[in-house]
């Protein structure tokens, strides 16, 4: 079960993180005011710095994929996490995007909601099946310019389906966190699980930093649910 943890704002940072448990570790380089972005130079450091130690992981909200290919070749991640507004980037340019550039992989997000939107969700997981590396479900923030950063959890039940329908590797996110990611794990089997808001610690004037303690409660968490599955 894979540990993903957003998001990294120093090289020091994301080391801390991944010696806490995490395999995966995102990056948001970014000139929007996403929560915890960073330049595209820091970005690169912090990619440089990990190495091959985690899966580096670089997310984009941008719906133009002009602007997506100069991120990607100023940051050089191993994944792209794509997370426009639902309809902004559709499968076709996700293609078009794979060709332009070879050697990173696609992680799309999926909004998922409740039963009123389950059908387009497991709809839009089909349809990016086909152009995807990975999927990650997420819960759309009303104040957020992209899927996800809602610290929100969505109906897992659909989550669930989505799993069991596609055949490419799917990472649960949406307001998961220390006390929930078990029953989460439980309920969704995922590839693996991702923590933005509930492994933060928010820091006095606004913004956030990482906390260490958290990350490494949550990695445990999810090690345990992990064991007690294969039992």
């Given at each position: 079960m894979?540990?993903?943890?957003?998001?990294m704002?120093?090289?020091?940072e994301a080391l801390?993180?991944?010696?806490a448990?995490?395999?995966?570790?995102g990056?948001?380089p970014?000139?929007?005011?996403?929560?915890?972005?960073?330049s595209?130079?820091?970005?690169?450091?912090?990619?440089d710095?990990?190495?091959?130690?985690?899966?580096?992981?670089?997310?984009?909200?941008?719906?133009?994929?002009?602007?997506?290919?100069?991120?990607?070749?100023?940051v050089?991640?191993?994944?792209?996490h794509?997370?426009?507004?639902?309809?902004a980037?559709?499968p076709d340019?996700?293609?078009?995007l794979?060709a332009?550039?070879?050697g990173?992989k696609i992680m799309?997000?999926?909004?998922?909601?409740?039963?009123?939107?389950?059908?387009?969700a497991i709809?839009d997981a089909?349809?990016y099946?086909?152009?995807?590396d990975?999927?990650?479900l997420?819960?759309q923030?009303?104040?957020?310019a992209?899927i996800?950063a809602?610290?929100?959890t969505?109906?897992?039940t659909i989550s669930r389906?989505?799993?069991?329908?596609?055949?490419?590797?799917?990472?649960?996110?949406?307001?998961?966190?220390?006390?929930?990611?078990g029953?989460?794990?439980?309920?969704v089997?995922?590839?693996?699980?991702?923590?933005?808001t509930?492994?933060?610690?928010?820091?006095?004037g606004g913004g956030?930093?990482k906390?260490?303690l958290k990350?490494?409660?949550?990695?445990?968490?999810?090690?345990?649910?992990?064991?007690?599955?294969?039992?």
């Open positions: 894979r540990v993903q943890i957003y998001t704002q120093t090289p020091d801390q993180v991944i010696n448990g995490a395999h995966h570790i990056i948001t970014s000139q929007r005011g996403l929560p915890g972005e960073v595209f130079e820091t970005a690169r450091a912090i990619v710095a990990v190495g091959d130690k985690a899966l580096r992981i670089a997310l984009t909200v941008e719906s133009d994929p002009a602007l997506i290919i100069e991120m990607a070749r100023a050089q991640p191993d994944m792209l794509l997370c426009p507004l639902r309809g980037f559709s340019h996700v293609a078009a794979r332009e550039l070879p990173i799309q997000a999926i909004e998922v909601g409740g039963a009123d939107t389950r059908e387009q709809n089909r349809a099946e086909a152009v995807a990975m999927l990650i997420d819960t923030a009303p104040d957020i992209g996800g809602s610290g929100k969505h109906d897992w389906e989505i799993v069991e329908s596609v055949r490419i590797p799917v990472i649960l996110a949406g307001g998961l966190s220390l006390f929930n990611v029953a989460a794990i439980r309920a089997r995922p590839y693996g699980v991702d923590s933005l509930h492994t933060n610690e928010k820091l006095a956030f930093r906390d260490i990350v490494q409660r949550f990695a445990g968490a999810v090690r345990a649910a992990a064991k007690a599955l294969e039992s």
